[in-house]
Nanobody, 115 residues
């Protein structure tokens, strides 16, 4: 089994910054992709940013230039630095881990951006 522990959500004013972190533990030999998804009320869960073990990154167009994903393969952690936050960034952010086909999700952390 794999456990994901997220931290760093909260309430921030528009233009502010937050940093999310996620640590994976348990039966882990190697992680292919780590990243973040989010879900706003009444909307589908969507990709925010992912990073592969080989350092390939993918960002949603809406966050490019504002968010930066980083990953520590030795510690099995992934972080998301979110700058210039907008009210439309509000939602529950989920850590996502792909262990070469086995998918795990964190419990989610709330991010609220006030206007």
């Amino acid at each position: 089994q794999v456990q994901l522990v997220e931290s760093g959500g909260g309430l921030v004013q528009a233009g502010g910054s937050l940093r999310l972190s996620c640590a994976a533990s348990g039966s882990i030999s190697s992680i292919h992709t780590m990243g973040w998804y989010r879900q706003a009320p009444g909307k589908r869960r969507e990709l925010v940013a992912t990073k592969t073990r080989g350092d390939n990154t993918d960002y949603a167009d809406s966050v490019k230039g504002r968010f930066t994903i980083s990953r520590n393969n030795a510690k099995n952690t992934v972080s998301l630095q979110m700058n210039s936050l907008k009210p439309e960034d509000t939602g529950v952010y989920y850590c996502h881990v792909n262990l070469y086909g086995f998918i795990y999700w964190g419990q989610g952390t709330q991010v609220t951006v006030s206007s």
